[in-house]
């Protein structure tokens, strides 16, 4: 399986347009590297690609990667793999929309809250949505078979009333059939769970959410668990010593944006990554 890192940083980008923050100022003067909103893209036979997440940059980023650019006919883009309904993963979906037969897999509240979304997507070009939570998973072009598993997390703000469904946020378990190589993508944890545990014991790459890295960092940084600190997803993958463990989704407010902070030093020294925008892997 080949894994396309196309974007790495948290909704805003980085810089985020908007901010004159230090470490966004050192981006935009070429002194810290930039990066694009978190997703990426997986492939199991270099032929038919599938996104996980796609983000307001995603026309960029798809420019940037050669491997996904259209052949004589037609796009390798086979479908999305949604892990939630923030609109920063779904803003790509309107770039994509005349991508013929494009397949979106979210969870099932997920799939509800877009469906004014969908009507006007379909009539692009008509897509196929389906639930992710399907029992006992899904098999996707170019041979990687596919669980969706509920994190904890909080629905999108725009969906009003707290909905009886919570399963608003999934982590991915993509496997190639024919190597055995597993991937887990979990760019949303807001708390660790045994079953979260358990998904990366068994992996042999996770690529997680490391939104911010001190607790506190940010007003609404509850939503994201902290990289750092005594319950910091740093302190749950040093347990996992064998699985290649990569960092994604950093705000502009993280220390891991700058390489030479003391922050990406305990990264290294922990064997822990922080990949830059277009890094591709093999599992
Ligand atoms: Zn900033």
């Known amino acids: 399986m080949r894994v396309v890192l196309l974007g790495t940083a948290a909704g805003g980008g980085f810089p985020r347009w908007n901010c004159a923050c230090a470490r966004c100022a050192a981006a935009r003067d070429g002194k810290l590297p930039t990066r694009t909103p978190e997703c990426a893209a ?44 923030e609109p920063d993963h779904l803003a790509g979906l309107a770039v994509l929309r005349e991508a013929p037969g494009l397949k979106t897999y ?54 009003p009333g707290r909905a009886k469904d919570r399963r608003w946020v999934t982590a991915y378990r993509i496997e190639d059939l024919a190597t055995g190589g597993v991937l887990v993508y ?7 769970t045994a079953v979260l545990d358990d998904l990366v014991a068994a992996a042999d790459c996770v690529v997680l959410d490391g939104t911010h890295f001190a607790a506190g960092e940010a007003a609404r940084a509850g939503r ?3 990289v750092s600190g005594p319950v910091g997803s740093l ?3 040093t347990r ?17 944006l700058d390489p030479a902070s003391a922050a990406r030093a305990q990264m290294s020294e922990a064997g822990v990554e922080v990949l830059a925008d277009g890094a591709e892997f093999v599992l």
Do not use: C, K, M
């Open 42 to 85: 997986v492939t199991g036979n270099s032929r038919d690609w599938w996104l996980l997440n796609t983000s307001p940059d995603i026309r960029a980023q798809l420019t940037a990667a050669s491997a996904l650019w259209p052949g004589p006919r037609h796009t390798p883009v086979r479908g999305v793999l949604l892990t939630d309904g």
């Open 106 to 159: 979210a969870a099932p509240p997920v799939l509800a809250a877009l469906a004014p979304a969908r009507v006007a997507l379909d009539r692009h070009a008509p897509w196929e949505w389906a639930d992710s939570l399907t029992e006992g998973g899904f098999v996707l072009s170019g041979g990687l078979v596919v669980t969706a598993h509920p994190v904890v997390g909080e629905p999108p703000g725009y969906v």
């Open 186 to 192: 979990a760019p949303r944890v807001s708390t660790w």
């Open 224 to 226: 994201h668990l902290p």
């Open 235 to 237: 302190t749950a993958l």
């Open 240 to 256: 996992h010593p064998h699985v290649r463990r990569v960092y994604t989704h950093l705000a502009d407010t993280n220390p891991l």
